[in-house]
């Protein structure tokens, strides 16, 4: 006799090999050439009105809740996401995990759950992404398993396919809500202080060359889009990215997003190409998603020759980690700089390194932001501005810590001198003290 868990998951397969049942016999019936005739609404109206005629006819006894939700479940195979839908459009899941048909899990508020979700067998879920990826403009096969895609929603697609996934179908979403986060709402989260984010505001105003570091998921690009708000309308910036996820709001933006190669292998554009060719398109600053590979090499070039105030991420675990990342990167690019040579093309181009983490409860928070002044005795010269500590946990295991400022004023804070600000009256922001705790 099966478990409860068992049953329902029994339940829930024997629903979506109903649904794909039916599905496949409206297709079958469908005249599409008539079809291409209708309106979009009128078309919807008419596979409806089909889908809940076979509904009827069905040997299975439906109520009426369970006609009515495969009718619905029917529309979202043809229109929406299948399965899915419902994750799709819940504004509080950020992250869609599908391992196999039969194992879906959701990230919510930084933390990863199972749902009870089921895709009919792995036939289905692989025509789900041959769906989604033909919506892309992309192709998926044995000879190009993996793919990576933004949806029409602006969410970031990745699957990849049997024989490099050993469970079947695999696909992760990474979705991104219709309302952008603010600064403000940073704050209110606790992933900064108040004063942390005026310095951030100050460092993009005085045209500061940014770097935020850190893991997959622990919101770099969201603090980047969050920057990037502080950046004066008058400014022409270049976005440069693999799958676009930034959303700035200046009236002057050029986003570019890189290309992968066709069915013959040719036709790829790299972000390195793109970071070329923006430099005769005339910007003020040039933001890049992530840097990865021998793109740095000319985003670096492109903050030492006038393009100050340029912004991106990498994936590093602390600030100081952060330059020996690039400089990695400049090796692997094959250019043949000697290590002294390429520190100090570094900590010429750079000002401020960000670290964001995300905890073990979900919670992002910055971490440190340091200045990058120079070199001293061969190594970088990197002083924290503020840092975020922890103290211990509370009684539900949340980590208890507080955001500091160290003391430290910035060289770079010059700069704003240059743009006519008194500089004098932003020295109080990084007076030592502890600025707030975060579980309050």
């Known amino acids: 006799m099966l478990s409860q868990p068992e049953a329902s998951a029994s339940a829930s397969r024997d629903f979506q090999r109903l649904k794909t049942s039916l599905h496949r016999q409206m297709v079958e019936v469908i005249d599409f050439s008539k079809a291409e005739t209708l309106s979009e609404q009128e078309l919807r109206q008419q596979l409806r009105a089909l889908a809940e005629h076979l509904c009827a006819r069905q040997e299975v006894s439906l109520n ?64 789900f992404i041959h769906r989604l990826v033909g919506r892309a ?14 949806l029409p929603d602006g969410s970031r697609f990745n699957a990849v396919i049997p024989p490099l996934a050993l469970c079947g179908p695999t696909v992760s979403i990474r979705r991104f809500g219709n309302r952008r986060l603010q600064i403000d709402d940073m704050i209110r989260f606790g992933s900064l202080a108040p004063a942390m984010a005026d310095f951030l505001i100050l460092a993009v105003r005085g045209r500061m060359n940014i770097i935020v570091a850190g893991g997959t998921g622990a919101g770099k690009t969201t603090l980047l889009n969050c920057m990037s708000r502080f950046i004066p309308d008058t400014q022409r910036v270049v976005t440069i990215e693999e799958t676009a996820e930034l959303s700035l709001q200046q009236p002057d933006v050029v986003p570019l997003e890189t290309r992968m190669p066709n069915m013959e292998g040719r036709g790829a554009v790299t972000q390195r190409d793109l970071l070329r060719n923006a430099l005769r398109m005339r910007p003020d600053r040039i933001i890049v998603g992530e840097v990865r590979g021998a793109e740095v090499l000319d985003m670096l070039q492109a903050m030492n020759t006038g393009h100050d105030g340029s912004m991106s991420t990498v994936h590093a675990n602390d600030t100081r980690e952060t330059l020996d990342r690039l400089e990695l990167m400049i090796a692997l690019s094959g250019a043949e700089l000697p290590s002294r040579i390429a520190r100090q093309y570094i900590t010429n181009a750079l000002d401020i390194v960000i670290h964001v983490t995300r905890l073990h409860t979900g919670e992002r928070r910055i971490t440190r932001i340091s200045e990058v002044s120079g070199i001293r005795d061969g190594e970088y010269k990197v002083d924290d501005i503020f840092v975020f500590r922890i103290s ?27 743009t006519g600000a008194n500089v004098d009256q932003y020295k109080p922001l990084f007076e030592p003290r502890e600025l707030r705790f975060t579980n309050d």
């Open 392 to 418: 211990g946990q509370d009684q539900n295991g949340r980590p208890k810590g507080s955001f500091f400022a160290t003391g430290y004023q910035p060289v770079a804070l010059r700069r704003l001198a240059l």
């Open 137 to 150: 403009g992309r192709r998926i096969d044995e000879s190009n398993p993996i793919v990576d895609a933004r």
């Open 64 to 127: 009426g809740d369970q006609r009515e939700a495969m009718v619905s479940e029917i529309m979202d195979e043809i229109y929406g996401f299948g399965p899915i839908e419902s994750l799709m459009t819940d504004p509080v899941v950020t992250d869609i995990m599908i391992n196999g048909p039969d194992r879906i899990l959701v990230e919510r508020n930084g933390l990863l759950e199972p749902t009870s979700l089921r895709f009919a067998d792995s036939a289905h879920l692989m025509r």
